[in-house]
């Protein structure tokens, strides 16, 4: 090999590491924030992810994620949002965590956000409307909160002689006293009597199970709330000793031993967050892209569970259910 030769294979070594960590550089970086932890959203991270690759970007490709996980502490969600924002990341993606979207907007209003949120992205402050988001965030209203009626309405149907129904929220949660309200005008609907118990740690929910034994309810009506998916197998094991119908808002729940679901199809909705993410990266404006409702709803029912607390179906409600856990 001539001389010339050898110096230029010495010089292209020397260049390559260079120019890979350039590339590294101008990678665009996803901040993502989330009220949960990895565990609890391995599940959801995979349409997230599909959902960018549906408009051409791939992790560890073309793409970055700095993942920030507040593990059911909403009071960590602040300082997490302060990081993302401080490491001045291309853009703020929150795949189901109304804390989360609001903790990102109250820290930045120049990098863009999308989220998938259960409230009202109106009256949280997120967007101006749904149409014209007009500030720096939009993303997906999951509705879960609003399907509160027709979750209760359900359960109704399948327990129709639990007159006495506990309502399980966290007090932390931001929405928790809509989500109540919510409720409590459904169950009057329905000539249901509610009492609202309280859990934001794991402790506090084999509390608010013994003071629900205790007053001799008859069933258990789950509030949307990230700790609370965290605690989900706990909620069902609690739940099947005690021998204690109980209703929640995701199938992930039913998954994990819990007798009934109603609600909207995450994994649906948060392909589609990764679908705007992906859009922003490629120079979209969160400003002009509407807040958009999911179309798939889903109810789940866990047979097995149900035949452990001495339920029978109805026929009716089996027909109507999207999955049926045998």
């Given at each position: 090999m001539k001389r010339r030769e050898v110096i230029a294979l010495i010089g292209g070594?020397?260049?390559?590491?260079?120019?890979?960590?350039?590339?590294?550089?101008?990678?665009?970086?996803?901040?993502?924030?989330?009220?949960?932890?990895?565990?609890?959203?391995?599940?959801?991270?995979?349409?997230?992810?599909?959902?960018?690759?549906?408009?051409?970007?791939?992790?560890?490709?073309?793409?970055?994620?700095?993942y920030r996980w507040a593990e059911g502490q909403y009071?960590?969600?602040?300082?997490?949002?302060?990081?993302?924002?401080?490491?001045?990341?291309?853009?703020?993606?929150?795949?189901?965590?109304?804390?989360?979207?609001?903790?990102?907007?109250?820290?930045?209003?120049t990098i863009p956000i999308?989220?998938?949120?259960?409230?009202?992205?109106?009256?949280?402050?997120?967007?101006?409307?749904?149409?014209?988001?007009?500030?720096?965030?939009?993303?997906?209203?999951?509705?879960?909160?609003?399907?509160?009626?027709?979750?209760?309405?359900?359960?109704?149907?399948?327990?129709?002689?639990?007159?006495?129904?506990?309502?399980?929220?966290?007090?932390?949660?931001?929405?928790?006293?809509?989500?109540?309200?919510?409720?409590?005008?459904?169950?009057?609907?329905?000539?249901?009597?509610?009492?609202?118990?309280?859990?934001?740690?794991?402790?506090?929910v084999d509390v608010a199970f013994a003071a629900i034994l205790r007053e001799r309810m008859h069933a258990l009506f789950t509030i949307p709330d990230a700790f609370l998916g965290t605690r989900r197998v706990q909620l069902a094991t609690l739940a099947a000793r005690h021998v204690l119908p109980t209703a929640y808002p995701l199938r992930d729940y039913v998954e994990a031993g819990g007798l009934m679901s109603y609600g909207t199809s995450l994994a649906d909705a948060q392909r589609h967050v990764g679908i705007y993410t992906g859009r922003v990266l490629k120079g979209e404006k969160p400003a002009d892209l509407p807040v958009t409702q999911p179309t798939k709803f889903e109810l789940v029912i866990n047979r097995s569970t149900a035949k452990a607390l001495d339920l029978e179906v109805p026929p009716t409600l089996l027909a109507r259910a999207d999955e049926v856990i045998e």
């Amino acid at each position: 090999m001539k001389r010339r030769e050898v110096i230029a294979l010495i010089g292209g070594a020397a260049v390559w590491p260079l120019t890979a960590r350039a590339q590294q550089q101008t990678m665009p970086v996803i901040g993502l924030l989330d009220t949960g932890s990895v565990d609890s959203n391995t599940r959801f991270l995979r349409p997230f992810r599909e959902g960018l690759r549906q408009v051409g970007y791939f992790e560890g490709q073309n793409v970055a994620i700095e993942y920030r996980w507040a593990e059911g502490q909403y009071d960590r969600l602040p300082d997490l949002a302060a990081d993302l924002v401080q490491r001045k990341v291309t853009v703020i993606a929150i795949p189901s965590s109304t804390p989360a979207a609001v903790a990102a907007k109250n820290a930045t209003t120049t990098i863009p956000i999308v989220f998938g949120i259960g409230g009202d992205p109106v009256g949280l402050g997120l967007v101006t409307s749904l149409s014209r988001p007009g500030g720096n965030a939009t993303g997906i209203n999951f509705l879960i909160n609003e399907l509160a009626a027709k979750r209760l309405e359900l359960f109704h149907e399948l327990v129709p002689t639990a007159s006495r129904v506990a309502v399980l929220a966290n007090p932390n949660q931001v929405l928790r006293s809509s989500d109540i309200r919510d409720v409590e005008a459904a169950a009057r609907a329905i000539g249901v009597q509610i009492q609202v118990f309280s859990a934001s740690t794991t402790d506090e929910v084999d509390v608010a199970f013994a003071a629900i034994l205790r007053e001799r309810m008859h069933a258990l009506f789950t509030i949307p709330d990230a700790f609370l998916g965290t605690r989900r197998v706990q909620l069902a094991t609690l739940a099947a000793r005690h021998v204690l119908p109980t209703a929640y808002p995701l199938r992930d729940y039913v998954e994990a031993g819990g007798l009934m679901s109603y609600g909207t199809s995450l994994a649906d909705a948060q392909r589609h967050v990764g679908i705007y993410t992906g859009r922003v990266l490629k120079g979209e404006k969160p400003a002009d892209l509407p807040v958009t409702q999911p179309t798939k709803f889903e109810l789940v029912i866990n047979r097995s569970t149900a035949k452990a607390l001495d339920l029978e179906v109805p026929p009716t409600l089996l027909a109507r259910a999207d999955e049926v856990i045998e």
